[in-house]
């Protein structure tokens, strides 16, 4: 999503029943007073509402004092107000929502790129808490914690063979306080202790891979954009491009979006012509907002190429639409989800916040990618239903009409109001799309954690002496497949393809247990068929400069 930080107006004081009627009133637009990110042009007005606006509202206002001082029972406001909240934003657009609880503290943590914990990761397996990632130089690396061990309590609150919920144990972890005690056993040596541990900020890496393919290309990962993002990937970029011109592949496969700021300064560091039309935005109580390039990047990238998805959303679809209108990239993969809303957030309190659609954002061909979504239910199910119509293999030319009035830099046709179409499509078998692979996948990597709990020191020789194939587990994943009759199922209607898939996937998942998530992507890369066709035109473009050339000597 791309979503715009207003900052919060000064607290004010109320009384019980006021937050019903602040609900009732934010639900519908922002309050007096209310501005955008600051991260905006200085000259972005802000965004005022005249008391006039809400006369209409009055019954509303009226009908919640009338509630609150005549019910003959006791009332709950808290609840009574979200509940206002949560039926007054269902009428509106599919991405305004309230966030609340466990949702806002995630969706605050993802956005800033950091949270207070001890740096792990985990799953809760067979109603266990499994670590199955420590993050470097966090408070768990030091206290000697590894993936595999198991923790049993959080401050002498069992968390384990407690049948808890996972939304349960995050509020053990949030409600423990800065020091605290957890129990963990460890498989490796058979042993119980209590460890002392003390939160930290932890930072969350939105770019998690960035690394060369050859001599020519680069490769970035961007798994979201937050706050860090740009930062970031101008690192990368310094590390594998610097000032020698190199070709670049970027990621942004099931990118779910994020901060519109971040996407711009990234554009404007493969853009290097200054004053081109990057992105723009418009709405009804939002001024038309253009970012322009500045002329002014850092290091020379060559070629590009964007691998999208339909689970690539929002914010990464303005980084893939952007740089195809402006022909500076070729997009690789499938079509893009299809939105084009930008979300302005609104905190109420400490513990939940509007994300309210304020504008649409607008491609430099002034083409709006928005996909229908009049009607909810049809605009929730529409990636679910591309398998059938034979897009994800390709087959769907329904997306590539000419009739569209919108040209890229060089003429070409580009679509509008369907997401971003790939300038070469790459199909896949759809198995991961099968509703049956969604609950099967968790249970494969249980399967195969438990295999590196068993094989932990052949596993990490096999994986950092590169010789995984030494390594057997198609035993493991024989007995998985016969064992299960989902997977059976899809052996069935798959064929070897399943095998071959599980098989690659069992393997990168041991390489991330041992080394992480560059190695990861590099496992990946050479069975990665996206990447492999991204590679391969960047080299025609090459050859077809190189040849050029030639020619004009």
Not at 160 to 187: C, H, K, M
Request: glycine share 6%; with cysteine; hydrophobic share 35%.
């Amino acid at each position: 999503m791309v979503i715009l930080f207003p900052v919060k107006e000064k607290e004010r004081q109320f009384d019980s029943w006021q937050p019903l009627i602040f609900a009732a009133l934010v639900a519908i637009g922002m309050f007096i007073g209310t501005r955008l990110d600051d991260q905006l042009p200085d000259d972005m007005p802000l965004v005022f509402k005249r008391a006039t606006d809400f006369e209409h509202l009055e019954h509303a206002v009226d009908a919640i004092r009338y509630i609150q001082n005549r019910y003959g029972e006791e009332l709950d406001d808290e609840a009574l107000a979200q509940k206002t909240i949560e039926d007054l934003i269902d009428g509106l657009d599919p991405h305004s929502y309230y966030l609340s609880g466990y949702d806002y503290r995630y969706f605050k943590e993802r956005q800033q790129g950091s949270y207070d914990g001890i740096g792990i990761d985990y799953e809760t397996l067979e109603d266990t808490i499994n670590i199955f990632r420590i993050y470097p130089g966090s408070p768990a690396e030091e206290a000697g914690m590894q993936s595999g061990d198991m923790i049993l309590q959080i401050d002498g609150q069992a968390v384990s063979g407690a049948d808890l919920e996972p939304l349960e144990v995050y509020e053990i972890w949030r409600q423990a306080g800065n020091e605290f005690t957890i129990q963990v056993y460890s498989p490796r040596n058979g042993q119980t202790e209590n460890i002392d541990l003390e939160k930290r900020t932890i930072e969350l890496n939105s770019i998690p891979a960035a690394f060369r393919l050859d001599d020519e290309t680069a490769y970035i990962k961007i798994e979201r954009f937050s706050n860090d993002t740009p930062r970031r990937f101008v690192q990368a970029l310094q590390e594998l491009i610097g000032q020698q011109k190199r070709d670049l592949i970027i990621d942004v496969r099931n990118n779910p979006g994020g901060n519109l700021q971040g996407v711009v300064e990234i554009l404007d560091q493969l853009v290097s012509e200054k004053d081109e039309l990057l992105v723009y935005m418009d709405g009804k109580h939002l001024k038309k907002t253009e970012y322009r390039s500045t002329g002014k990047i850092l290091f020379p990238v060559g070629n590009i190429v964007v691998l999208v998805n339909e689970h690539s959303v929002s914010a990464s679809e303005v980084l893939a639409g952007s740089l195809q209108d402006l022909d500076r990239a070729t997009i690789v993969g499938r079509r893009t989800f299809g939105k084009a809303l930008v979300q302005e957030m609104y905190e109420l309190g400490n513990q939940s916040a509007i994300n309210l659609t304020v504008g649409k954002y607008y491609m430099p061909s002034g083409r709006f990618i928005q996909k229908p979504y009049e009607k909810k239910s049809k605009y929730e199910e529409e990636v679910d239903k591309r398998p059938l119509n034979g897009e994800l293999a390709c087959q769907d030319t329904t997306y590539t009409s000419q009739d569209s009035p919108y040209l890229s830099k060089s003429g070409r046709v580009m679509q509008a109001g369907v997401g971003v179409v790939p300038d070469i499509c790459v199909p896949t078998l759809g198995i991961t799309y099968n509703k049956a692979w969604r609950p099967l996948e968790k249970r494969f990597f249980k399967t195969i954690f438990n295999f590196f709990i068993s094989n932990r020191a052949a596993t990490e020789q096999a994986v950092m002496t590169g010789h995984l194939h030494q390594l057997d587990i198609s035993e493991t994943i024989t007995d998985f497949i016969t064992s299960d009759s989902t997977a059976t199922s899809l052996l069935s209607e798959y064929g070897e393809a399943f095998s071959e898939m599980i098989q690659h996937q069992g393997e990168a998942t041991l390489v991330w247990l041992v080394s992480g998530d560059v190695a990861y992507y590099r496992y990946n890369a050479k069975n990665d068929s996206e990447i492999q066709k991204g590679l391969e035109v960047l080299k025609k473009k090459s050859n077809s400069k190189l040849t050029s050339h030639k020619d004009q000597l």
